[in-house]
């Protein structure tokens, strides 16, 4: 599917969101990811293709992608996505992906590292969309100049009881005290992990301590920022 940049926003000093329009309606699960496209002269070993998870709920129509840029370091595609022009046509496709939401009735806790904030703005905002509110906990790892949404994250959780955020901000870095002490009844509810590879085996080992069972973590994690 061809998908058209409408328009390009700065989120913090390195990161930002490029709100794609799908030439045709299209729908997805809010924490699904999709694939982009972006042909490029001389494409380093990274190649042409990444996925993304939609940072933008369902109900907005447009599908909108967040991420990081390191502009020494950086691969071709991503210096070739920065310079996309807005009016300019790339290919999306196999949207999919199971970091989504299950049971509404279950309680979560709601881990972010970093960029990994993406499927959580997402789902959030698809919840309230839908009128739903099972209890959420989101735990956001972040630097204090890189808090990516916080706007949009305090909005929603000064106007909606359901859901605490707590923002560990480094060098403070989760462990097993933090979460037991801002999620008391940690061990009734489902953790979902997003965040770079190294975050998320980490807070993996963390929560194998405090015994929580594999079948009650779901994780996604996003390669290439190692
Ligand atoms: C399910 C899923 C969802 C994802 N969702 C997101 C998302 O929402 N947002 C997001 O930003 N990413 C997401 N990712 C990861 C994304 O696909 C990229 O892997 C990631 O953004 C890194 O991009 P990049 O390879 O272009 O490297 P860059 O971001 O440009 O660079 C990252 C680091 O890699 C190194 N590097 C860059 N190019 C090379 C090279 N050619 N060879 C060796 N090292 C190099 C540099 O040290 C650089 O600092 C997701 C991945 C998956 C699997």
């Known amino acids: 599917m061809k998908v058209t940049l409408i328009e390009k926003i700065r989120e913090t000093q390195d990161i930002y969101s490029f709100i794609f329009k799908p030439e045709k309606q299209v729908t997805w699960e809010a924490g699904q990811h999709i694939f982009l496209k972006i042909p490029h002269p001389n494409p380093d070993n990274r190649g042409i293709i990444r ?35 807005t009016g300019s046509a790339v290919e999306a496709f196999n949207l999919r992906g199971n970091f989504t939401i299950k049971d509404l009735k279950a309680k979560y806790v ?14 959030l905002l698809d919840l309230i969309n839908k009128d739903r509110s099972p209890d959420i906990v989101l735990l956001y790892c972040c630097k204090a100049e ?10 929603m959780e000064n106007k909606y009881k359901w859901l605490k955020i707590h923002y560990i901000i480094e060098p403070k870095l989760i462990n097993g005290e933090i979460i037991k002490n801002k999620v008391p009844d940690f061990k009734e509810r489902i953790f979902y992990i997003s965040g770079p590879l190294i975050m998320v085996k980490i807070v993996e080992e963390i929560l194998s301590k405090l015994n929580i069972g594999k079948s009650s973590i779901l994780k996604d994690y996003f390669p290439g920022y190692e």
């Open 110 to 123: 709601f881990i972010a590292g970093g960029i990994g904030i993406t499927p959580y703005r997402s789902i």
């Open 146 to 155: 890189g808090i990516i949404f916080k706007d949009i994250l305090d909005e």
């Open 51 to 85: 996925h993304f998870t939609i940072s933008s709920a369902p109900f907005e129509k447009n599908i909108s992608i967040t991420s990081r840029f390191d502009i020494e370091k950086g691969s071709s595609f991503k210096k070739a996505l920065l310079k996309l022009k």
